[in-house]
T-cell receptor
Framework: GENVEQHPSTLSVQEGDSAVIKCTYS??????FPWYKQELGKRPQLIID???NVGEKKDQRIAVTLNKTAKHFSLHITETQPEDSAVYFC????????WGAGTKLIIKP | EPEVTQTPSHQVTQMGQEVILRCVPI?????FYWYRQILGQKVEFLVS????????KSEIFDDQFSVERPDGSNFTLKIRSTKLEDSAMYFC??????????????FGPGTRLTVL
C-alpha cells in the first residue's frame, strides 16, 4: 500500500522568510496530493492540492511542486506570517488518502 | 458556507462498551469518510462510503467497526467493543466526488473519544 514520508517534523523560521516542507510517496498510481493545515485542537483544512498531471501550482504565498518521477512533492510558503504557525500535513491518494506524519511550523517574530 | 458537523464533541466510555459517533456531511456531497488521529500523531484513513456501501477501508477498520447512513443526512461510525487504543480524535469528512476524482474533502470538527 501507499506510504507517505514527510520532513522535517518541526520547522522554525523567522517571520518573513520562506518555509519548505517535503514529502515522498511510494505508490506510483497515486494521483492526487493535497496539503492540509491543522491548528491546535481544530479540524484539518485544505490549503492547496495538486493533481498528478500538473508539476506546479501556486496560490498567493503558497505553492506546491510535484516530481512524479522521483515520487516527491513539496510545499513552499513565502513571506511567512505568525498565522502560518500550525501543523501541516501532506497526503497522497489512490482511493485511500494516506497522510504524512506532519510538520510543526513555528514562525518566530 | 456549509460545514460538516459531528456529535458529540467529546465521548468518554468504558473499555468494552459500544460507541456511536455521528456526522452530518455537507448536503450535496456523495462521498463520506472517517479518519482517526491519535493525539500528536498523523491522520489515519479508516473508511470511505458511497452509494450506501463501503468503497474502501484500511487495515484499522476491522470487524469492531461499522458505518451506516441511517437516513438522508446522518453518517455514523460504530465501535462495537472499545479498546484503550481506540482513544483518538475521529474526524468525519465528505466530498462531492471521491478523491480518486480529485475533489477536496471537507472535515468536521472531530469527536474526541476517550476509552477508560
Amino acid at each position: 500500500g501507499e506510504n507517505v514520508e514527510q520532513h522535517p517534523s518541526t520547522l522554525s523560521v523567522q517571520e518573513g522568510d520562506s518555509a519548505v516542507i517535503k514529502c515522498t510517496y511510494s505508490d506510483s498510481a497515486s494521483n492526487y496530493f493535497p496539503w492540509y493545515k491543522q491548528e491546535l485542537g481544530k479540524r484539518p483544512q485544505l490549503i492547496i492540492d495538486i493533481r498528478s498531471n500538473v508539476g506546479e501550482k501556486k496560490d498567493q504565498r503558497i505553492a506546491v511542486t510535484l516530481n512524479k518521477t522521483a515520487k516527491h512533492f513539496s510545499l513552499h510558503i513565502t513571506e511567512t506570517q505568525p498565522e502560518d504557525s500550525a501543523v501541516y500535513f501532506c497526503a497522497a491518494n489512490n482511493y485511500q488518502l494516506i497522510w504524512g506524519a506532519g510538520t510543526k511550523l513555528i514562525i518566530k517574530p | 458556507e456549509p460545514e460538516v458537523t459531528q456529535t458529540p464533541s467529546h465521548q468518554v466510555t468504558q473499555m468494552g462498551q459500544e460507541v456511536i459517533l455521528r456526522c452530518v456531511p455537507i448536503s450535496n456531497h456523495l462521498y463520506f469518510y472517517w479518519y482517526r488521529q491519535i493525539l500528536g500523531q498523523k491522520v489515519e484513513f479508516l473508511v470511505s462510503f458511497y452509494n450506501n456501501e463501503i468503497s474502501e477501508k484500511s487495515e484499522i477498520f476491522d470487524d469492531q467497526f461499522s458505518v451506516e447512513r441511517p437516513d438522508g443526512s446522518n453518517f455514523t461510525l460504530k465501535i462495537r467493543s472499545t479498546k484503550l487504543e481506540d482513544s483518538a480524535m475521529y474526524f468525519c469528512a465528505s466530498s462531492e466526488s471521491s478523491s480518486g476524482g480529485y475533489n477536496e474533502q471537507f472535515f468536521g470538527p472531530g469527536t474526541r473519544l476517550t476509552v477508560l
